[in-house]
């Protein structure tokens, strides 16, 4: 009787101390990120893209002060891009489940307008968060008009998303694609790779998606 390891139940317990702590100040970095009246304003010459004939101004918004014809583009614009998709796979299309998700308070928009005619060209839905008890910039979609498509734009705005991601300490930027979609290929183009939270089961029923990230060097060293 008695006991094996009087040691194992201490550290145990030291062990859990030092996981909420970490959590406490991942979630101090979350909240402090969503504090940010506006995340671009360090990052002044990243609020223009002129490139392949695409001239457009940049700006960002929570989605609580977006006005409601960019609300509806916005939307209009992942259906339209991503609805057989959702629909080829077992996820499927749903539009008051998808609009809950893009509306949610929480949500942030990266958008890009023409300089030219002042027409909306593309978006990102992101939020500061924990994934998984880690301090990230989750990006829930990047949409590009189908005219402005591989010209630069989605990656410039991939590059704003990161630059406001690892200056405000968050740990990686994650995002999560379907794997029957052809446009996944632009994320490993720019160097996201599987993260360490995506499903190993290759089963496209159960998951038809993948997790990919970029993590902050940053905090490595
Ligand atoms: C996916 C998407 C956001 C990419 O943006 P984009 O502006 O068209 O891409 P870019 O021109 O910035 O391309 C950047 C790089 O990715 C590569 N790339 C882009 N799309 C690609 C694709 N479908 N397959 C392979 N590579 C691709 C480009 O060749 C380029 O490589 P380079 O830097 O070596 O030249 C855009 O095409 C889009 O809105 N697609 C429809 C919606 C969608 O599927 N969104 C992603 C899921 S949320």
């Not at 030291?14 to 402090?32: F, G, I, M, P, S």
């Not at 499903?199 to 993590?215: A, T, V």
Request: proline residues 3%; contains cysteine; neutral net charge.
């Amino acid at each position: 009787m008695g006991r094996k390891n009087p040691g194992k139940g201490k550290e145990k317990r030291q062990q859990r101390k030092e996981e909420q702590h970490r959590l406490k100040l991942a979630k101090q970095v979350v909240d402090k990120a969503n504090e940010l009246e506006d995340p671009l304003t360090p990052f002044h010459t990243f609020r223009t893209f002129n490139k392949n004939d695409v001239c457009a101004e940049l700006f960002i918004k929570r989605v609580i002060v977006l006005d409601e014809d960019v609300k509806t583009w916005i939307f209009d614009l992942t259906k339209r891009n991503m609805k057989d998709r959702y629909e080829q796979c077992s996820w499927g299309w749903n539009d008051s489940k998808k609009l809950e998700e893009m509306m949610d308070d929480a949500a942030w928009y990266l958008i890009a307008k023409s300089k030219d005619d002042g027409s909306l060209l593309g978006f990102s839905h992101f939020r500061f968060d924990l994934d998984e008890g880690i301090e990230v910039l989750y990006c829930y979609e990047l949409q590009l008009e189908p005219h402005v498509q591989r010209k630069g734009l989605g990656k410039f705005m991939m590059q704003i998303l990161e630059l406001i991601a690892f200056s405000n300490s968050l740990k990686k930027v994650v995002l999560t694609v379907l794997k029957n979609n052809k446009d996944s290929e632009f994320f490993k183009a720019i160097n996201y790779q599987i993260d360490e939270t995506s499903p190993m089961d290759d089963d496209e029923e159960y998951f038809p998606y993948q997790i990919l990230s970029k993590i902050n060097k940053r905090l490595l060293v």
